[in-house]
Every structure is written in structure tokens, then in C-alpha cells.
């Protein structure tokens, strides 16, 4: 048998598998660069909607202590005549809120009248507003418009930065309503902070509250992983000049990265050293079949070929075999789409394993009914395909079902790649409850009473607007009970602070079992005030639900060592009030009617019940 015509010597190719390998190590780069800003980039996600939640929480917990401010400033006119009054209300103040360096008065020609506390604050005493002051022309906006204004930092005459929330008084003689000077509340900068801050769970992050770019207060945590930081912005009263900015810690940053950028690169780098390999040594394979050629016949050469080539498969299975095992070790779902057609690539072993289902069996789910495995699939699935032609990358919430009916939410991360004119997604898929219950947490904090448990004065507001529209459309009365536990000062003043906290909490049990309708709801107003929402009850209603409360906060049986009832028990007093809703009505006449039947209440000598009444009360 001739012998083949030997070829020209093979002299590239060295060159062209170094060149091969240097581009699939940029591919390699690329691709592991991609990777880790995925996993930065789901990091900064999470941090940031840490940040908005922390934010939304300072603020709720802010509009709190400035909802007590203006309740105290409501009560002006009987403080006015009354320093006494105005004293103990303010010292109680002082007392249910810790981060207030003084509650003042200041007169209409801006002269610093009253003052509590007196210690600490002696600097102050006499003080008058100089046109000079920081402050001057924001005393000046809130007496014109009326509406309280809280101011930016300042120094304070006490020593420190300090802000100031100006509240504009007046008094009503006859139809004439003059100016009367403002109530003051001065925070502390620096006591304010750490006090919003004390019941958040913020520990593990580094935190910086900035004003205009100067930051005010700083909480640096020892475990901070990475330059890069988020931001939310925090409007305490109207000021929105302050900025919350957070950065990751080493927890947080371990919490979101995964070692596939690791495994992907390893592989690769394997892959594509095996494939250099294998394409050396089948060059040397050549040459030597080139060698040989001269001595043997066509038939040897041919078999030498054939043994070339199946030493070449073997190396590019066990290659194969080697990225299928790594990827089927990673903790998080990894699925390949390919497109036109649409069928499924590859699934590694998390997908099955994690559903409860075999490979084969879950392949076969997928092609009849992917809808069973994840709701809305198919929608899904045809919005990847127009993913291609807008952003390209993209992660997206869903929820999957497992083979037992159980569910639970998927966080999946998909980027479009473009392989020998095919398109195809990778998905990573990981399970983010964790992450999806802090935020519902966070959400459930911010509408919750700390102490009692029930709904807060944030709820309260809100509950109360949305209330009255709807059953303005149904022409449907709306209820509202106004509660003051009886000389609870003296109760705190003889027994202590938690024995007060105590008796807040079992009033609010008693106060939730006197509920007998759906929709009905109570609320901690503020300090020992309550307010319980009645949907559609009218004023009978109103004062059935208000003897209940009485009967059920005398069951309690709470002893009260400084009382005027007989019995020395601890008692209530309740306004009651019942509004049909009318265009040219608000919420506020309700509250205002409720409230002036309580003050009516207590007058009459507490541990009682009074209704509004219609002549007097009623919304002009």
C-alpha cells in the first residue's frame, strides 16, 4: 500500500492554542467579574431596603414624639391659665420620652418664658430671640403660616448641637384669634439619635445620619467589609434635610455571596487547560502519524488517527464530567434555557433535589405543566424572551412549589448569553424567605405599639381617613371612644414606672376582648390614652362598647394607691362620639368631638362615659 504524501510541517499551532488560551482566560475574567458584581449588586438590594425600612423607622418613631408635642400644644388654652397644668403635662411628657433636653414656652415677642426642666437648662432662662439667631426666620414662616416647622442643627445656649421643633400657639377670645407664641421641644442632636436608634436592629450595620452633607451622627461598626454605600432619605416633622447612609459589614456581604464566581473559574480554567492539552498533544499526535507515515502504510496511519481522536474524547468527557460535578454541588438552583426553540438545557442537582422530584421526573413536570412547579411560568417565560431585546440581565421574585404542596419564595437572577448564533439564559435561583420576612417585619413594627402591642398612633391616623371615606360612600355612621386612664401620674408617681407599664398592658387586653365586631380596632393615642375606631356604629352602639370597656376594666382589678373611687381600683374615662360622614366634614371633627366629651368625662369626675353632644359638637 503507498504511503500517504507527507503534509507540511506543523509550525502554528503552539502559537494558536497559546492565542486560544489567553482569550478564553479574558472570557473567563469577564465572566467572573460579571458574576461578582451580580452578587455586589443583590448585596447593595438588600442593604438598601434595610436602609429605606431603618429610615421609615426613625422617621415613624420621630412623628411619635411630635404628635405628643402637638397634642400638648392643642391643650394651650387651659395651660395658658393654668402653669401648673402646663407643668405637670410637660414633666409627664419628659417622662414617657427621654431624648427632650427641655420643653419651653416662648412668648409672642419671642422671650423664653417657662422652661421644664429648670436643671440643665438655666442658660435659657429669659432668653430672647435675637433677629441674629439661626432660627429667626423659621419663627418667623411658622407664626405666619401657623404650621409647626422643626429647625435644622444649631448650637445651643446650653452647650451642643441641638434642633428645635417651634409649635405655633394662639388664643381664641370671642371671634378674635391672636398669636400667643410658640411651644417649644428641644432635642438634643446627639441624645435624639442614639434614642431613635436604641430599639432598632441596626447593631451590625455602620450607620452615618447626615444634614446637608455634614454628618450629625456616626455608629461605625467594627465590621465594615466594603467602601461602597447606600442611602434613604429622613424627613423628621417637615425638615427633609437629613440623609441616612449605611454601609455592609463582613455578615452581610458573607450572607449574599455564594463560591459559583470561584467554581466557574476554576472550571474554566481547568476546561480550558485540558482543551489546550488535548489540542497539543493532538498536534503531537499529528506529527508523530506524520513520522510514522514514511515507514508504515496508509492502514497504520489511519488506526493512529482513530486512536488520536478517541483519546481526545475521553478528555473532553472527563472535562464535561468535571463541570457537572461542581455545578451539582453548589448549594443554589442552576437552570439553562435555551431559546428558539425553548426547552430546557441543563438543571442541576439543587433543582430536583430541593423540589423533591428525580431529574427525569422533573424535566417531564416542566414540559406538560411548568405552571405546577412555578405559578405563572409560562408568562414568566415568555417575558425572558423579550429580556433579550431590552436589558439583558435582570432578577426577578418568584414563588415554587414542591412536590408537596409546599411553597416557598425564590429570588432568581438570569443573564442572557449568545453561544454559536443560539440565545441562551442562565438562571440562579436561591431561597430569600429569610430576607422577605425581615421586611415584613419591619413593615409589621411600623404600625405596632412597642409597649401594648396594639396599633399605633401612625395606624390610628391612617385607619381612621380610610374608615371615614369608605363608608362616606356607603352613608354609613363611623364611632370613635376616646380613653384616659384616671390619674395615672399618681398611679406611676406611687408604684413606679413599670408597674405603670404593667397596666397599660392589661388595659390594652381588656380594651381588645370589649371588640365584638369585625373591623373594629384600638390604638395607643399616646402615653395612657387609647382610641378605639367603631365602623359603622352609631351613638348607642358607642356607649354599649364604652360600658363594656368599663365592666371589663374593672374585672381587671388593678388596686390604684392614690384614687378618688371607693373602691381604690384603677378606672377609665371615655368620650364618645358618632358621625354619619358629609363631604364637608374631616376625620378631625370626629376626634375633636370624642376629645371634648372625654374632657367632659373627667370633669364630671372620671371613671365614666360621655357622649358627644349633637347641638354642641356637631361639625359647623
Not at 431585546?389 to 438570569?414: M, T, Y
Not at 448569553?417 to 443560539?422: D, K, Q
Request: glycine share 6%.
Amino acid at each position: 500500500m503507498p504511503v500517504p504524501a507527507m503534509p507540511a510541517p506543523i509550525t502554528q499551532f503552539p502559537r494558536l492554542i497559546f492565542a486560544l488560551f489567553g482569550i478564553m482566560a479574558i472570557a473567563l475574567y469577564l465572566l467572573w467579574q460579571a458574576l461578582l458584581d451580580a452578587e455586589q449588586e443583590q448585596a447593595r438590594a438588600r442593604l438598601q431596603l434595610e436602609a429605606d425600612a431603618l429610615a421609615h423607622q426613625i422617621q415613624t418613631r420621630f412623628e411619635q414624639q411630635a404628635a405628643t408635642l402637638l397634642r400638648l400644644a392643642e391643650r394651650w388654652p387651659q395651660h395658658r391659665a393654668n402653669r401648673d397644668l402646663w407643668t405637670e403635662n410637660a414633666n409627664q411628657l419628659l417622662r414617657d420620652y427621654h431624648n427632650f433636653q427641655a420643653i419651653e414656652w416662648l412668648d409672642a415677642s419671642f422671650r423664653m418664658r417657662w422652661i421644664e426642666p429648670l436643671n440643665g437648662n438655666e442658660a435659657a432662662i429669659g432668653l430672647i430671640y435675637p433677629r441674629t439667631h439661626p432660627n429667626y426666620p423659621l419663627l418667623l414662616a411658622a407664626r405666619d403660616t401657623g404650621q409647626p416647622r422643626l429647625s435644622n442643627s444649631f448650637e445651643l445656649v446650653q452647650g451642643g448641637l441641638g434642633l428645635a421643633y417651634y409649635i405655633p400657639l394662639h388664643r381664641v377670645s370671642g371671634d378674635l384669634r391672636r398669636f400667643d407664641g410658640f411651644l417649644l421641644g428641644i432635642f438634643r442632636v446627639e441624645v435624639l439619635i442614639n434614642d431613635l436608634l436604641s430599639e432598632l436592629q441596626a447593631a451590625d450595620r455602620s450607620l452615618r445620619l447626615e444634614e446637608q452633607g455634614v454628618a450629625l451622627y456616626t455608629s461605625e461598626s467594627d465590621y465594615q467589609a466594603a467602601p461602597w454605600s447606600v442611602s434613604s432619605p429622613v424627613t423628621l416633622a417637615d425638615n427633609s434635610n437629613f440623609v441616612l447612609v449605611m454601609q455592609p459589614t463582613h455578615q452581610l456581604l458573607a450572607s449574599t455571596t455564594t463560591h459559583l464566581p470561584l467554581m466557574v473559574v476554576v472550571s474554566g480554567a481547568l476546561a480550558a487547560l485540558l482543551l489546550c492539552i488535548s489540542l497539543l498533544l493532538t498536534m503531537r499526535g499529528a506529527q508523530r502519524s506524520q513520522q510514522l507515515a514514511r515507514s508504515n502504510h496508509q492502514l497504520q496511519a489511519e488506526i493512529k488517527r482513530r486512536q488520536d481522536t478517541e483519546e481526545s474524547l475521553k478528555h473532553n468527557q472527563a472535562r464535561l464530567k468535571l463541570i457537572h460535578d461542581m455545578t451539582d454541588h453548589s448549594h443554589d438552583a442552576l437552570f439553562i434555557i435555551g431559546l428558539d426553540p425553548m426547552e430546557v438545557v441543563y438543571l442541576n442537582r439543587t433543582c430536583w433535589q430541593s423540589l423533591g422530584y428525580s431529574e427525569i421526573e422533573l424535566r417531564e413536570v416542566l414540559r406538560i405543566a411548568p405552571d405546577d412547579v412555578m405559578p405563572g411560568a409560562i408568562k414568566w417565560l415568555a417575558e425572558l424572551r423579550n429580556m433579550i431585546h431590552s436589558q439583558g440581565n435582570a432578577i426577578f421574585q418568584k414563588r415554587i412549589i414542591r412536590r408537596d404542596g409546599r411553597s416557598s419564595p425564590l429570588e432568581v437572577s438570569v443573564r442572557h448569553l449568545r453561544r454559536i448564533g443560539r440565545d441562551y439564559l442562565i438562571c440562579v435561583g436561591r431561597d430569600n424567605s429569610e430576607q422577605l420576612q425581615l421586611a415584613a417585619r419591619l413593615q409589621q413594627l411600623s404600625h405596632q405599639d412597642g409597649l401594648t402591642g396594639l396599633f399605633n398612633r401612625r395606624y390610628f391616623d391612617k385607619t381612621l381617613v380610610s374608615e371615614w371615606r369608605r363608608l362616606r360612600r356607603e352613608q354609613t355612621p363611623l364611632g370613635l371612644l376616646m380613653l384616659d386612664v384616671d390619674h395615672f401620674k399618681r398611679f406611676n408617681d406611687e408604684l413606679g414606672h413599670q408597674a405603670g407599664d404593667d397596666a397599660l398592658q392589661q388595659v390594652a387586653t381588656a380594651l381588645n376582648s370589649c371588640l365584638m365586631r369585625e373591623g373594629d380596632c384600638v390604638c395607643r393615642y399616646g402615653g395612657e390614652e387609647f382610641a378605639v375606631i367603631l365602623p359603622g356604629a352609631g351613638p348607642q352602639q358607642c356607649v354599649q362598647v364604652a360600658e363594656r370597656i368599663h365592666d371589663a376594666i374593672a374585672t381587671l382589678g388593678i388596686r390604684h394607691p392614690n384614687t378618688t373611687v371607693a373602691e381604690g381600683l384603677l378606672t377609665v374615662s371615655v368620650g364618645a362620639a358618632s358621625l354619619l360622614p358629609q363631604p364637608e366634614w374631616s376625620p378631625h371633627d370626629l376626634v375633636r368631638q370624642a376629645d371634648t366629651a372625654l374632657y367632659r368625662a373627667k370633669a364630671a369626675g372620671r371613671n365614666r362615659s360621655q357622649l358627644a353632644v349633637t347641638t354642641d359638637d356637631q361639625p359647623k
